[in-house]
């Protein structure tokens, strides 16, 4: 194997190219060298590269967004081995498929004694029925397993398949690394250098910024913009903005990047900072994200992380959802963004959150107690004679409005403070009046 993985002189035979695919199917490496990208992965020294030297690829799962080169590289892998190699779409295929794939493998292996690799495209959509039918195969050797997936492993592959292979995560191009591979299309035979285009500077930066680190991507659109152009033109930045209208950045509703932003827009406005929180607000907008969805977290962020700090900033956020349904875009995206940049600086309080959760934790491990009689009404002359409500302190007649050493937990409880107060905001005012009624009532009780 060569000591240069990336270098980007193309060795394939052009008679062999099939024309009619479109650019970026034809600009597939076919040997290892022509592979560009996840230096991390095949550098000298690294994992992956150790281990095709050694001869010794193992089951794995390629985990990276799209555009990336996972295809490509378990084709690559499978070419180094000189391994058989097959191919199944989770989208398309069941355990049928499954079954025909391994039966295929064993004839490889006793006919030819030849190792088949069976990439799995998108295994994050097996159930795991399916992620389980082909498991003894990888167990005992039958297939050697690389499953491709663009969400996380953890969630989305089966235990038992996931402690059967290693996880590589792919990263996306990098800016140099699209022009490079921008360049090798307009002058590579394979590519588009019978067109005899130029791509104005501007133009490159637009389709590199529009690709979002995806490969794939910015090959379409490069090639939709030389249909547009005639042999020896320049692709300009006229060209592309028009090609690009209406295009939107990598953003997978309900998949991983879709919670990863979420995520960075959550933890953004918990650590205020108000500029990184409209920064991740308006890439979600960018990517497509309904707003709708933002205004309803946005209320959990409210609750969650301000609290009782500033209890303004519930509602300011309530309002912003308010405004989003009333008025929609992008009157209602302004008033989202106002309420974001109210949270970031807003006083910070988790201590709700923090006692909500641990009462639940409580509740789930403690027997289910009868509610003391003092606290049970007594609406009819049955449940008076049975005592319901005997005793019960009623607040407005103490002093102070107060029924100081009263208890309202369960009887086999003990009284528990959840609550606690931070020393910010409108919870500064909270904690002192609690720590006096809590004096008060350990005062009653001594």
């Known amino acids: 194997m060569t000591d240069d993985l990336f270098n980007t002189e193309s060795t394939s035979n052009v008679e062999d190219i099939p024309w009619h695919q479109p650019l970026a199917a034809r600009l597939r490496p076919r040997r290892l060298h022509e592979y560009l990208g996840q230096e991390h992965l095949l550098g000298q020294g690294k994992p992956l590269r150790t281990a095709l030297e050694q001869g010794q690829i193992h089951s794995m799962l390629l985990w990276g967004p799209p555009g990336v080169g996972k295809t490509s590289l378990a084709k690559l892998l499978a070419n180094e081995i000189n391994a058989h190699f097959l191919s199944i779409s989770a989208v398309l295929a069941g355990v049928k498929e499954i079954r025909a794939a391994v039966l295929e493998a064993q004839q490889q292996l006793q006919a030819y004694q030849r190792k088949t690799i069976l990439f799995i495209d998108e ?18 050797g039958t297939v050697i397993f690389i499953g491709a997936t663009t969400e996380n492993p953890s969630f989305e592959v089966n235990n038992a398949l996931l402690s059967r292979c290693r996880v590589y995560v792919l990263k996306g191009f990098t800016s140099d690394q699209l022009q490079q591979l921008l360049q090798r299309a307009l002058s590579e035979e394979k590519g588009l250098k019978h067109k005899q285009l130029h791509l104005q500077e501007g133009a490159e930066k637009l389709l590199i910024s529009a690709a979002d680190g995806d490969a794939r991507r910015a090959l379409n659109v490069l090639e939709i913009a030389s249909d547009l152009v005639e042999q020896g033109g320049t692709v300009s930045n006229d060209i592309m903005e028009q090609v690009l ?8 509703k309900g998949g991983d990047l879709f919670y990863e932003q979420i995520s960075a827009l959550h933890k953004s406005v918990r650590g205020s900072d108000p500029d990184a929180s409209l920064y991740w607000f308006t890439r979600m907008l960018d990517g497509g994200c309904d707003p709708l969805y933002i205004a309803r977290r946005v209320v959990r962020m409210a609750s969650e992380d301000i609290g009782n700090a500033d209890p303004r900033g519930m509602q300011i956020a309530l309002n912003a959802w308010d405004v989003q349904q009333r008025l929609g875009s992008p009157e209602g995206e302004l008033a989202i ?14 201590a709700v959150y923090s006692a909500f959760k641990s009462v639940r934790q409580d509740i789930q491990k403690l027997p289910s107690y009868d509610v003391p009689m003092h606290l ?3 609406p009819t002359s049955l449940m008076k004679d049975m005592e319901f409500g005997k005793g019960y302190r009623y607040a407005h007649d103490e002093p102070e409005g107060f029924a100081a050493g009263e208890c309202y937990f369960p009887d086999e409880m003990e009284a528990r403070h959840y609550y606690q107060p931070v020393s910010r905001g409108l919870e500064i005012t909270i904690k002192e009046k609690l720590d006096k009624l809590r004096m008060l009532n350990d005062k009653q009780s001594s």
């Open 123 to 140: 295994v994050h959509r097996f159930n795991k029925s399916q992620q389980d039918a082909f498991l003894p195969y990888v167990e005992d």
């Open 245 to 252: 209208s209406g295009d939107v950045r990598r953003f997978d």
């Open 337 to 350: 963004a106002q309420a974001i940049v109210y949270l970031a600086v807003a006083a910070k309080s988790n």
């Open 376 to 378: 049970r009404n007594a």
